[in-house]
């Protein structure tokens, strides 16, 4: 292994010996203290740490850099406190994540580091959002994110990729090629040899370099990040290394051909570097010695002060910290002037006015730009707020919604449109375990509204009709609101767009230019978690939302029944009070909506009844949901699979009970 000094002081040498041997003695303790049972698992990075000290030292401090599992170089680069880290590593209070999430899983935005989640791939995304952000600021700052050779075969892997070469943004993706993806080799992964290949495919300039020779790996990241500074676009650096120990501890090595581990034994990066020091004469017996003697010290520090804490369980504080604290106050309009619009213009009125409001904006999606969206919300924005703020997006769902996320972790708000609510699939773990969790792991709010054109009754079968809050109305963390109307989609949006948690906003697309109202022309938000009764009834309640309001209007208006209709409009959080006292008035109760009735939202909000309303009930709650199939496409199978005639039954039935 050949050092090349050039250019590196004694001091910058011996620094960077520092810094490679914290992370090794680290481990060696750590490895210690996993098989004592004092911690629960570990993610062993020996035999890779010139990766994680050679980039994390090229970079400046105040660049965000993305680490993963083998990265613990980058949290002692940083200079984090040994006390926080090894209280994260034992899940205790004052670690980054107060003991709800494990090792390298955490971020800090007090250190400029964004930590993964399981996934692996989906944190590239983040460091496109993060490098946006940089670029719209005219920042001149690099970011740089690590992924491993196993990880490339997701497709978030080449989605981020795409999106960083299409829109030129300042991002060193260093792929880590320790050619295995837990105990898969690399010819079981993919067929091309090295990961530069690829570079030219995606329009990306790529190099590799030997990932144990810490001064390769220091002097080529940093020549790159200077660059990238002066000129945004992205830059693969591939790092040839290998993995000496388990994916985790428990995993082994025995799949590994002894001759490799051998012939990789040899490349131990910090031995070699070490020995490079000794024969240059920069580093003495007695200089080693006190340096070893140092790291030991702080590290016996840091874990006395970790073992020292105590871990209580606080309920509530599990619970409030789903979410980023923020309590919204309603706005009311200026001025008295309405104006009639559909609700597809108030929508894009709403999202209009926010722009406005809130510079840091940004909106993304397929086709809204110079198109203006396949539904025109979003026609005239181009021209109005530049293409910096409106951004087509390629057809990458999971990669925009996390550089949405990025985009927030770096300062700013953003808005994805789903051209399809269906076409969230492809975004879904971004959605639940990103953007949801964000908070709760490490205390970074999601700053992401996800608009999201949905429902049936429109012939567009049944991958473009599907009503599927339900998925998402599981997931803590999350806010989702559904208008029926004009006035409450537009002051719904702009109330999601203020909130820096992450919220799906579901818009039907039957009542984009067939629902029609006069509504507030100035800029006003609409109170998140509050239903409304959409009309007075005493002897029966249907308690429902979006499309299922206008069903219940047209039974009410048919029937001799006095029908209350309550609007719940937020599905998360929904508003239990306004539920009990509709209950309390009528007795009687249906819960209405479009999706599919097995598992749908009715079903919560009936068992809640039937748990805390019993007593007032003089029958037994009725639940209205569309067919347990798919969404068809032909006219009359999607008029049978709605649930409008059994709507009719079940109110029926209830009068009659």
Same mark, same amino acid.
């Given at each position: 292994?050949?050092?090349?000094?050039?250019?590196?002081?004694?001091?910058?040498?011996?620094?960077?010996?520092?810094?490679?041997?914290?992370?090794?003695?680290?481990?060696?303790?750590?490895?210690?203290?996993?098989?004592?049972?004092?911690?629960?698992?570990?993610?062993?990075?020996?035999?890779?740490?010139?990766?994680?000290?050679?980039?994390?030292?090229?970079?400046?401090?105040?660049?965000?850099?993305?680490?993963?599992?083998?990265?613990?170089?980058?949290?002692?680069?940083?200079?984090?406190?040994?006390?926080?880290?090894?209280?994260?590593?034992?899940?205790?209070?004052?670690?980054?994540?107060?003991?709800?999430?494990?090792?390298?899983?955490?971020?800090?935005?007090?250190?400029?580091?964004?930590?993964?989640?399981?996934?692996?791939?989906?944190?590239?995304?983040?460091?496109?959002?993060?490098?946006?952000?940089?670029?719209?600021?005219?920042?001149?700052?690099?970011?740089?994110?690590?992924?491993?050779?196993?990880?490339?075969?997701?497709?978030?892997?080449?989605?981020?990729?795409?999106?960083?070469?299409?829109?030129?943004?300042?991002?060193? *993706?260093?792929?880590?090629?320790?050619?295995?993806?837990?105990?898969? =080799?690399?010819?079981?992964?993919?067929?091309?040899?090295?990961?530069?290949?690829?570079? =030219?495919?995606?329009?990306?300039?790529?190099?590799?370099?030997?990932?144990?020779?810490?001064?390769?790996?220091?002097?080529?990241?940093?020549?790159?990040?200077?660059?990238?500074?002066?000129?945004?676009?992205?830059?693969?650096?591939?790092?040839?290394?290998?993995?000496?120990?388990?994916?985790?501890?428990?995993?082994?090595?025995?799949?590994? =051909?002894?001759?490799?581990?051998?012939?990789?034994?040899?490349? +131990?990066?910090?031995?070699?570097?070490?020995?490079?020091?000794?024969?240059?004469?920069?580093?003495?017996?007695?200089?080693?010695?006190?340096?070893?003697?140092?790291?030991?010290?702080?590290?016996?520090?840091?874990?006395?002060?970790?073992?020292?804490?105590?871990?209580?369980?606080?309920?509530?504080?599990?619970?409030?910290?789903?979410?980023?604290?923020?309590?919204?106050?309603?706005?009311?309009?200026?001025?008295?002037?309405?104006?009639?619009?559909? *609700?597809?213009?108030?929508?894009?009125?709403?999202?209009?006015?926010?722009?406005?409001?809130?510079?840091?904006?940004?909106?993304?999606?397929?086709?809204?730009?110079?198109?203006?969206?396949?539904?025109?919300?979003? +026609?005239?924005?181009?021209?109005? *707020?530049?293409?910096?703020?409106?951004?087509?997006?390629?057809?990458?769902?999971?990669?925009?919604?996390?550089?949405?996320?990025?985009?927030?972790?770096?300062?700013?708000?953003?808005?994805?449109?789903?051209?399809?609510?269906?076409?969230?699939?492809?975004?879904?773990?971004?959605?639940?375990?990103?953007?949801?969790?964000?908070?709760?792991?490490?205390?970074?709010?999601?700053?992401?509204?996800?608009?999201?054109?949905?429902?049936?009754?429109?012939?567009?079968?049944?991958?473009?009709?599907?009503?599927?809050?339900?998925?998402?109305?599981?997931?803590?963390?999350?806010?989702?609101?559904?208008?029926?109307? =004009?006035?409450?989609?537009?002051?719904?949006?702009?109330?999601?767009?203020?909130?820096?948690?992450?919220?799906?906003?579901?818009?039907?697309?039957?009542?984009?230019?067939?629902?029609?109202?006069?509504?507030?022309?100035?800029?006003?938000?609409?109170?998140?978690?509050?239903?409304?009764?959409?009309?007075?009834?005493?002897?029966?309640?249907?308690?429902?939302?979006?499309?299922?309001?206008?069903?219940?209007?047209?039974?009410?208006?048919?029937?001799?029944?006095?029908?209350?209709?309550?609007?719940?409009?937020?599905?998360?959080?929904?508003?239990?009070?306004?539920?009990?006292?509709?209950?309390?008035?009528?007795?009687?109760?249906?819960?209405?909506?479009?999706?599919?009735?097995?598992?749908?939202?009715?079903?919560?909000?009936?068992?809640?009844?039937?748990?805390?309303?019993?007593?007032?009930?003089?029958?037994?709650?009725?639940?209205?949901?569309?067919?347990?199939?798919?969404?068809?496409?032909?006219?009359?199978?999607?008029?049978?699979?709605?649930?409008?005639?059994?709507?009719?039954?079940?109110?029926?039935?209830?009068?009659?009970?």
């Amino acid at each position: 292994m050949i050092f090349k000094r050039d250019g590196y002081s004694k001091q910058e040498l011996l620094n960077l010996y520092e810094q490679i041997l914290r992370p090794r003695m680290i481990e060696e303790k750590m490895l210690i203290l996993l098989r004592q049972g004092r911690i629960s698992k570990w993610f062993s990075g020996i035999g890779q740490e010139a990766v994680s000290v050679g980039a994390v030292n090229a970079i400046d401090q105040e660049e965000y850099i993305l680490p993963m599992h083998r990265n613990l170089g980058v949290f002692t680069g940083r200079n984090i406190p040994y006390s926080r880290l090894f209280a994260q590593f034992q899940g205790k209070l004052s670690g980054f994540t107060k003991g709800r999430d494990r090792s390298f899983h955490f971020g800090t935005k007090e250190f400029n580091i964004v930590g993964m989640i399981s996934h692996l791939g989906p944190q590239m995304a983040l460091a496109d959002g993060i490098a946006l952000a940089d670029k719209l600021k005219e920042s001149k700052k690099a970011t740089l994110v690590f992924t491993g050779d196993g990880a490339s075969s997701e497709g978030d892997f080449h989605e981020a990729l795409n999106v960083a070469a299409v829109w030129d943004l300042p991002v060193i *993706f260093v792929i880590e090629n320790n050619g295995y993806g837990l105990s898969t =080799p690399s010819e079981q992964q993919f067929r091309f040899k090295n990961f530069v290949d690829k570079g =030219p495919g995606y329009g990306i300039k790529a190099v590799k370099v030997d990932g144990n020779n810490l001064l390769e790996v220091h002097s080529t990241i940093k020549q790159l990040a200077e660059e990238i500074r002066k000129d945004p676009k992205p830059v693969i650096v591939e790092c040839m290394t290998f993995r000496m120990r388990g994916h985790e501890e428990a995993s082994g090595t025995k799949y590994v =051909p002894t001759a490799l581990m051998e012939e990789w034994a040899k490349k +131990d990066p910090v031995e070699n570097y070490e020995s490079f020091l000794k024969k240059e004469k920069i580093l003495t017996a007695k200089a080693e010695k006190e340096i070893r003697a140092k790291i030991k010290a702080d590290i016996e520090e840091g874990l006395e002060l970790a073992y020292a804490e105590e871990l209580p369980p606080a309920t509530q504080m599990e619970i409030d910290d789903m979410h980023a604290p923020f309590v919204q106050e309603v706005i009311q309009p200026k001025t008295d002037a309405t104006s009639e619009k559909r *609700f597809v213009d108030a929508i894009s009125d709403g999202l209009k006015q926010s722009m406005e409001r809130f510079d840091n904006l940004v909106l993304m999606g397929q086709d809204i730009a110079e198109y203006g969206g396949v539904f025109k919300i979003t +026609d005239g924005f181009l021209e109005k *707020f530049g293409s910096g703020r409106v951004r087509n997006t390629p057809l990458c769902e999971s990669a925009i919604i996390g550089t949405g996320l990025g985009l927030c972790i770096n300062g700013y708000k953003a808005m994805v449109e789903m051209q399809f609510a269906d076409f969230v699939t492809c975004g879904f773990n971004q959605i639940v375990n990103n953007l949801a969790k964000s908070h709760y792991r490490w205390g970074q709010n999601a700053d992401v509204v996800v608009r999201m054109p949905t429902g049936a009754g429109v012939g567009a079968g049944p991958f473009h009709s599907q009503s599927n809050e339900a998925w998402f109305f599981h997931t803590p963390g999350l806010k989702i609101v559904y208008p029926s109307n =004009p006035r409450d989609a537009k002051g719904l949006l702009a109330a999601a767009i203020e909130d820096p948690n992450p919220y799906l906003f579901f818009e039907h697309k039957a009542m984009y230019r067939s629902v029609v109202e006069n509504i507030p022309d100035d800029y006003y938000t609409v109170e998140v978690g509050k239903a409304a009764v959409a009309q007075e009834g005493d002897d029966i309640s249907i308690i429902t939302y979006g499309m299922g309001v206008h069903w219940a209007k047209e039974l009410a208006a048919a029937s001799e029944a006095s029908i209350e209709i309550l609007d719940l409009r937020t599905l998360l959080p929904w508003d239990m009070e306004a539920v009990e006292a509709t209950v309390k008035k009528t007795n009687k109760v249906i819960v209405l909506h479009e999706d599919t009735l097995t598992g749908g939202i009715g079903a919560e909000i009936a068992a809640w009844i039937g748990e805390n309303c019993f007593q007032y009930l003089d029958a037994p709650v009725a639940r209205v949901g569309s067919l347990d199939t798919a969404v068809p496409f032909g006219k009359h199978l999607e008029e049978n699979f709605l649930p409008k005639q059994r709507l009719v039954e079940k109110l029926n039935d209830l009068i009659n009970y």
